[in-house]
């Protein structure tokens, strides 16, 4: 966590963070596919990359309604 950020600030930073690594790898295995290149190792990456971005986006979800709830 940065210094004066909060659970839920860091968690809305992972979710965008994310969100761009899952297109950059997604593009990439794009180009890949378009000059007739393996995409093997690329696409494994890819699903790690978007299984790590649902938990951030289920952990994300769970504080949201955690905080709704709160009010």
């Known amino acids: 966590m940065r210094e ?3 659970e839920i600030e860091m968690v809305r930073r992972h979710v965008r963070d994310g ?8 593009e990439l295995v794009g180009r890949l596919l378009v000059n007739g290149l393996a ?3 690329a696409e ?3 699903a790690q990359f978007e299984s790590a971005q649902r938990q951030h986006q289920e ?3 769970r504080l ?3 905080q709704l709830r709160s009010f």
């Open 44 to 46: 494994q990456m890819l």
């Open 4 to 6: 004066g950020e909060t």
């Open 39 to 41: 995409t093997q190792a």
């Open 19 to 26: 969100a761009a690594v899952v297109a950059r790898q997604q």
């Open 59 to 61: 952990h994300l979800d």
């Open 64 to 66: 949201e309604a955690v």
